[in-house]
C-alpha cells in the first residue's frame, strides 16, 4: 500500500499504541472500525467511543489492552455477543472478534461465525461504516475499504456493503 492509504495521525489517541502492542503480543490481527473512522474522514472531532475488531477473540483482547494499561480499568464483558469494552481516559472502546453472519429463510436471526475482517465489514449497516484502520505493527495506519466507502463518502451516497 502507499502512503497515500496510511492515515496514522488518525491513530494519534494513546490507547490505539496500547491496543496494538496487545494485538502484537496475543499474535492477533487487529482494527479500528465503524464510527471512528467515518468521524475522521468527516473531520468531526473526537469520538467518544471506538469499535476494534479483531481476527480472534476480542474478549481476549480486551483483557490484554486492560493489563497494559496504567489504571487497569475493569473490562466488561458480553458473552452472548462474543464482546468486551472498557474505558481509558475519556473513551469507551468496544472489542468484538470478526464475524460473518448468514441468513435462514426459516428465521430472521442471522447464524454467527468466526470470520476474516472483510466478512465483518460486509456485515455492516453502510459501506461508510465498513472502513477500518489497520493497528497491526506491519501495516499501522493503513486504510481497508473494500466497498468503496471513501467513494461514498465524498459523494454524499449512504449504501450498504
Given at each position: 500500500?502507499?502512503?497515500?492509504?496510511?492515515?496514522?495521525?488518525?491513530l494519534?489517541?494513546?490507547?490505539?499504541e496500547?491496543?496494538?502492542?496487545?494485538?502484537?503480543?496475543?499474535?492477533?490481527?487487529?482494527?479500528?472500525?465503524?464510527?471512528?473512522?467515518?468521524?475522521?474522514?468527516?473531520?468531526?472531532?473526537t469520538?467518544?467511543?471506538?469499535?476494534?475488531?479483531?481476527?480472534?477473540?476480542?474478549?481476549?483482547?480486551?483483557?490484554?489492552?486492560?493489563?497494559?494499561?496504567?489504571?487497569?480499568?475493569?473490562?466488561?464483558?458480553?458473552?452472548?455477543?462474543?464482546?468486551?469494552?472498557?474505558r481509558?481516559?475519556?473513551v469507551?472502546?468496544?472489542?468484538?472478534?470478526?464475524?460473518?453472519?448468514?441468513?435462514?429463510?426459516?428465521?430472521?436471526?442471522?447464524?454467527?461465525?468466526?470470520?476474516?475482517?472483510?466478512?465483518?465489514q460486509?456485515?455492516?449497516?453502510?459501506?461508510?461504516?465498513?472502513?477500518?484502520?489497520?493497528?497491526?505493527?506491519?501495516?499501522?495506519?493503513?486504510?481497508?475499504?473494500?466497498?468503496?466507502?471513501?467513494?461514498?463518502?465524498?459523494?454524499?451516497?449512504?449504501?450498504?456493503?
Amino acid at each position: 500500500m502507499t502512503s497515500e492509504n496510511r492515515y496514522k495521525d488518525a491513530l494519534a489517541h494513546p490507547i490505539f499504541e496500547y491496543i496494538s502492542k496487545a494485538a502484537s503480543n496475543l499474535n492477533v490481527e487487529t482494527y479500528v472500525i465503524g464510527g471512528f473512522v467515518r468521524d475522521y474522514f468527516l473531520k468531526r472531532g473526537t469520538p467518544k467511543d471506538i469499535d476494534i475488531v479483531a481476527i480472534g477473540s476480542g474478549i481476549d483482547l480486551a483483557q490484554a489492552v486492560a493489563k497494559l494499561l496504567p489504571n487497569n480499568p475493569k473490562v466488561q464483558v458480553f458473552k452472548t455477543y462474543g464482546t468486551a469494552m472498557l474505558r481509558y481516559k475519556d473513551v469507551e472502546i468496544e472489542f468484538v472478534g470478526a464475524r460473518k453472519e448468514s441468513y435462514s429463510e426459516e428465521s430472521r436471526n442471522p447464524e454467527v461465525s468466526e470470520g476474516s475482517l472483510v466478512d465483518d465489514q460486509n456485515r455492516r449497516d453502510f459501506t461508510i461504516n465498513a472502513l477500518a484502520l489497520s493497528l497491526n505493527e506491519l501495516n499501522f495506519g493503513d486504510l481497508l475499504d473494500p466497498f468503496h466507502g471513501m467513494y461514498d463518502l465524498v459523494n454524499k451516497n449512504i449504501k450498504t456493503p
